[in-house]
């Protein structure tokens, strides 16, 4: 585990919260916080094109985009991880326009589709809280609640980390997941 990590079991799977680069990975898939034409961008999205290599555009060309709040699996090119998900989160104008069930969608559709493609550990970053801009408490708690219910109904997903290139901003989510209920 790493410095400042933090875990918490569901079921059999964990959740972990750490500080760390997204693009070092090394699980069945990472989470790339895309745009609609998932043809590279800024932030996450630009890193994992740069990192990935040519592979992983070549591949979102195919898919014609992808709508906020859906998931699209490609290759992970020359990443640590397998494959990279790409899911658009919602831009946040006030938190009233479906921000909050968009955003929830790109995690459990990200996982939805991890699970029909037989992968057990995934990484996400924290979606839509870059120029998108989610307030990061509230998107804190909306991931890993979403993530937390979704691991209940799953037991076939092992391990879920979302990484966070801050301190601060692992903090928040490690907040979140502290919050959760114990069962």
Same mark, same amino acid.
């Given at each position: 585990?790493?410095?400042?990590?933090?875990?918490?079991?569901?079921?059999? =799977?964990?959740?972990?919260?750490?500080?760390?680069?997204?693009?070092?990975? &090394?699980? &069945?898939?990472? @989470?790339? =916080?895309?745009?609609?034409?998932?043809?590279?961008?800024?932030?996450? &999205?630009?890193?994992? %094109?740069? #990192?990935?290599?040519?592979?992983?555009?070549?591949?979102?060309?195919?898919? +014609?985009?992808? $709508? *906020?709040?859906?998931?699209?699996? *490609?290759?992970?090119?020359?990443?640590?991880?397998?494959? @990279?998900? +790409?899911?658009?989160? !919602? @831009?946040?104008?006030?938190?009233? %326009?479906?921000?909050?069930?968009?955003?929830?969608?790109? /995690?459990?559709?990200?996982?939805?589709?991890?699970?029909? +493609?037989?992968?057990?550990?995934?990484?996400? !970053?924290?979606?839509?809280?870059?120029?998108?801009?989610?307030?990061? !408490?509230?998107?804190?708690?909306?991931?890993?609640?979403?993530? $937390? #219910?979704?691991?209940?109904? /799953?037991?076939?997903?092992?391990?879920?980390?979302?990484?966070?290139?801050?301190?601060?901003?692992?903090?928040?989510?490690?907040?979140?997941?502290? #919050?959760? !209920?114990?069962?």
């Amino acid at each position: 585990m790493k410095t400042g990590a933090m875990e918490r079991k569901v079921g059999s =799977a964990i959740i972990e919260i750490v500080q760390g680069d997204l693009t070092r990975e &090394d699980v &069945d898939a990472i @989470v790339n =916080a895309a745009n609609k034409t998932l043809l590279g961008g800024g932030g996450v &999205d630009g890193a994992i %094109h740069r #990192a990935g290599g040519p592979a992983i555009i070549e591949e979102c060309r195919k898919l +014609h985009g992808c $709508e *906020t709040g859906d998931a699209k699996i *490609t290759t992970g090119g020359k990443l640590a991880a397998r494959h @990279v998900i +790409h899911t658009v989160g !919602p @831009v946040y104008r006030d938190g009233k %326009h479906n921000e909050p069930q968009l955003l929830a969608s790109c /995690h459990r559709r990200s996982l939805e589709v991890a699970v029909e +493609h037989g992968l057990k550990t995934v990484s996400f !970053p924290a979606i839509s809280c870059g120029v998108y801009g989610y307030p990061i !408490p509230d998107a804190a708690r909306i991931a890993v609640s979403t993530v $937390e #219910a979704f691991l209940k109904a /799953h037991p076939t997903i092992e391990r879920v980390r979302f990484v966070l290139f801050s301190k601060e901003v692992q903090a928040v989510f490690a907040r979140a997941l502290e #919050a959760l !209920p114990d069962y």
